[in-house]
């Protein structure tokens, strides 16, 4: 059974980042219903799309004042190194970690979007940041210094020291 299925409740009301989380769920969804043939073709395809759902949303944070080690982009690289240590673990023959990651995969997205994500998005639209053309209409929305964390309640000055750190 799949561990994330798109619910009303994923949906952050920026439509470019939505799609892209609807088809993280669908590929996700793909992994786990996947056979043991098919299953590290369509891992390393849930990689490469995570790679450019991150990159995508860390290029929106460097645009709108995110510092470069702010704890959302830490997330995302850490999820990504474990994702490829999965993939190093089934070309060697061991699916049952794949398996096992899809499985938590699931509640971490949920998590993930409904904080992290959910945070960048508020923070987009309260700039006036148009992700398809770059443009923020309201460039004195932006903060004064470089936003360390996440920018929404995880933002606590623990999450600071550990981005720093
Ligand atoms: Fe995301
Ligand atoms: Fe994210």
Not at 88 to 93: C, E, P, R, S
Not at 145 to 157: D, K, L, V
């Amino acid at each position: 059974m799949a561990s994330l299925e798109w619910t009303p409740a994923l949906v952050l009301d920026l439509p470019v980042m939505d799609a892209v989380h609807e088809e993280f769920v669908a590929l996700l969804g793909q992994v786990e219903a996947a056979d043991d043939a098919q299953l590290c073709a369509l891992w390393d395809e849930l990689i490469t799309h995570t790679q450019h759902h991150f990159d995508q949303e860390d290029h929106w944070m460097q645009t709108t004042g995110f510092a470069t080690g702010n704890c959302h982009s830490q997330q995302h690289k850490v999820v990504l190194a474990v994702m490829r240590e999965g993939a190093a673990k089934g070309a060697q023959g061991d699916l049952d970690t794949i398996r096992h990651m899809a499985a938590e995969l699931g509640p971490w997205f949920s998590h993930h979007a409904q904080n992290m994500d959910a945070a960048l998005a508020l923070h987009m639209r309260r700039a006036g940041f148009d992700p398809v053309s770059g443009e923020v209409l309201m460039p004195e929305a932006l903060p004064a210094e470089p936003i360390t964390g996440c920018g929404g309640a995880c933002s606590t000055s623990e999450d600071k020291e550990e981005a720093i750190a």
